[in-house]
């Protein structure tokens, strides 16, 4: 078991830490890490507010043409 | 049982943002909420766990009912916070100092490919005994090679605060 986690290993668990799929051991590591890491607070607040938002939006509500950009960034995000 | 807590200076929970009911002229009210480790419950440290969630206030609490211990906290079916520990507000800013001045010893005493860490202690002491706390043990175990270090440090910080607050471990 680590003794702690990375700010790289908090941008990698923050989907599992927001949806309370981490388990225990690994969720307290993380809540250590930002109990003094400002900057990954804001991160993970950042996240939160964004699935919360983001959540909120229907595939109907979002404009043929900003779907069609997003998937393309999408898809170039994928292949680099 | 006798557990510590760390809050926010207003009384609420650093994670939940749950306000706590503060003692006033004796033990605030009981809270009680479903056991689930880092979900759900009544999350409280031993003194062995404080350096870990060092933070703004902390109380005294006591806990009841069901209570499940991790590596470095409880949680429990019910808690109430019993007293503020007044000596912490004194203290705070001398543990932070304190492990500042270790972790400059620890690297005054180490090879000189670890000087370069020297250079974090400093600027991160506005953000507090938290981050001080953890820069200190990262660079014991930076040194040594080994998570040993880090728990070895983390241990000391127990038992200065364990002195100095006038907690039983």
């Not at chain 1, 930002?34 to 996240?47: A, R």
Request: charged share 30%.
């Amino acid at each position: 078991m680590a003794e702690h986690i990375t700010c790289q290993e908090v941008v990698e668990l923050v989907t599992d830490y927001l949806e309370r799929e981490l388990a225990p051991e690994e969720a307290s590591l993380f809540e250590q890490h930002l109990n003094f890491c400002d900057g990954c607070i804001v991160y993970v607040e950042q996240i939160r507010a964004t699935a919360a938002t983001v959540g909120r939006v229907r595939e109907e509500d979002v404009p043929p043409e900003t779907r069609d950009k997003l998937m393309t960034a999408f898809r170039e995000w994928k292949r680099s | 049982m006798i557990a510590y807590k760390f809050l926010r200076s207003d009384g609420s929970s650093v994670f939940s943002s749950f306000a706590w009911p503060l003692p006033a002229d004796g033990p605030g009210a009981w809270v009680e909420a479903p056991v689930d480790p880092c979900r759900s419950g009544i999350h409280a440290c031993r003194v062995g766990d404080l350096p870990y969630w060092a933070g703004r206030v902390l109380y005294e609490v006591e806990l009841d009912g069901e209570i499940v211990a991790q590596t470095d906290k409880l949680t429990a079916a019910r808690g109430r916070l019993v007293r503020r520990i007044r000596a912490w507000d004194e203290q705070r800013d001398a543990y932070t100092r304190m492990c500042a001045d270790r972790a400059h010893e620890l690297i005054a005493a180490a090879p000189p490919e670890f000087a370069h860490w020297d250079t974090v202690v400093e600027p991160s002491i506005p953000e507090g005994p938290a981050l001080l706390g953890f820069v200190a043990a990262r660079i014991a175990e930076e040194i040594e090679g080994t998570p040993a270090a880090y728990r070895a440090e983390r241990e000391r910080q127990t038992k200065w605060l364990a002195e100095r607050l006038g907690l039983l471990s």
